[in-house]
């Protein structure tokens, strides 16, 4: 964890980074946890949801098309 949030601080940008997992080969939520002890929590939206957007944009365009 240590070399993780070494890197981070260092790169001092988390407008970058995108969760993901080696899901169905690790349980998810030990992942959600490990990020979330990671990353300060006022980038936790950004990296879990606003980067991808950035990254895949018919994403956000498909769900404001389902939830008007």
């Given at each position: 964890?240590?070399?993780?949030?070494?890197?981070?601080?260092?790169?001092?940008r988390?407008?970058?980074?995108?969760?993901?997992?080696?899901?169905?080969?690790?349980?998810?939520?030990?992942?959600?946890?490990?990020?979330?002890?990671?990353?300060?929590?006022?980038?936790?939206d950004?990296?879990?949801?606003?980067?991808?957007?950035?990254?895949f944009?018919?994403?956000?365009?498909?769900?404001?098309?389902?939830?008007?």
């Open positions: 964890m240590d070399h993780f949030r070494r890197a981070l601080v260092y790169a001092d988390y407008d970058k980074m995108l969760f993901g997992t080696d899901w169905p080969l690790a349980p998810i939520d030990v992942y959600i946890d490990f990020v979330r002890r990671l990353i300060p929590e006022k980038h936790h950004e990296v879990f949801y606003a980067n991808a957007f950035q990254v944009p018919r994403i956000k365009q498909r769900l404001q098309e389902l939830n008007p």
